[in-house]
């Protein structure tokens, strides 16, 4: 049995600076890793070649990013077994953290170990994109700017953060915001040098319209907003603040409207450090 950590993310900013003919969409953002982890625990069964995933009760196995992510792999297996995944979940779903993504890309890193694939990070890298535009960041595990439609990765060093998040009591659809007639699109690109400069002028594309449409996000923004700058991640629900000198964590925690973490950043994956055997 491997039991390994699975961590989230938060975009820094997220721009959309147009959109493809296919109709995917072009973006910028900053990745950051944090110590917000699901935990996975793989055991191999040699009775079958089955893959069952527990702990994920509410999603169908074949839409199950973790099970889609095994399946991708069975072709290379030199040492096929069956599988057992469980899952203990932290990391909140349809929330902006790249859950979801984070643990395909954990699967795709155990298994090929575990199956003997042989695999190269850049050959699971081209498998992940398949799965979600998140999980080659977790494939990596570093922090990056990201560009295309995520798939682009330049790794950056980023100095170590503490960070505030509350997870509103809602789920968003990113199908909705992005079907938003009033979403910008057409952000100017711009360089990871500007961000140095003056983070504070770099947000997410689609912070006004989560906002308007869910009441529960925009009470976290200005509840935020009154200690430090809130900023949304991903498409959301999650909203963020970089903690600073001078304020009172705890009362923010405390008094949050809604679930609230205390996260620290990460300068890569712990999953890139840990030896992978039976």
């Known amino acids: 049995m491997i ?26 953002s900053i990745f950051q890793l944090i110590d917000l982890y699901d935990w996975m625990e793989f055991t191999a069964t040699e009775n079958s070649t089955a893959v069952s995933v527990m702990g994920l009760n509410d999603v169908a ?23 057992n995944i469980s899952i203990e979940k932290n990391i909140p779903m349809g929330a902006g953290l790249g859950g979801g993504s984070s643990n395909a890309a954990t699967t795709l890193m155990v298994v090929n170990q575990l199956w003997q694939c042989g695999l190269s990070i850049e050959q699971l890298t081209a498998l992940g994109i398949t799965l979600g535009a998140d999980v080659p960041i977790f494939v ?25 998040v509350l997870k509103p009591d809602c789920f968003i659809s990113t199908q909705l915001l992005f079907s938003q007639k009033t979403l910008t699109r057409n952000t100017k690109p711009t360089k990871f040098c ?27 923004m200005q509840y935020l907003n009154q200690f430090g700058t809130a900023k949304l991640t991903g498409t959301g629900a999650c909203v963020f603040t970089e903690v ?21 950043s990460l300068n890569e994956s712990p999953l890139n450090h840990l030896r992978l055997t039976g």
Not at 196 to 220: C, W
């Open 3 to 28: 039991r390994v950590p699975s961590p989230a993310k938060l975009n820094l900013f997220l721009h959309i600076t147009g959109r493809r003919d296919n109709g995917y969409h072009e973006l910028q």
């Open 194 to 220: 500007a961000y140095q400069r003056k983070p504070s002028d770099f947000g997410n594309s689609f912070e006004p319209l989560a906002r308007s449409l869910y009441p529960e996000v925009d009470e976290a």
């Open 244 to 264: 600073t000198e001078g304020m009172n964590v705890g009362a923010i925690l405390t008094y949050s409207p809604c679930k609230a973490y205390l996260v620290n």
């Open 61 to 83: 196995l074949e839409q199950n990013l973790i099970y889609k992510a095994a399946q991708l792999l069975r072709p290379f297996a030199r040492q096929l077994t069956g599988l």
């Open 140 to 164: 990596h595990g570093r922090n990056a700017w990201a560009e295309g439609i995520g798939e682009y990765l330049t790794f950056i060093d980023l100095d170590p953060t503490q960070y505030i």
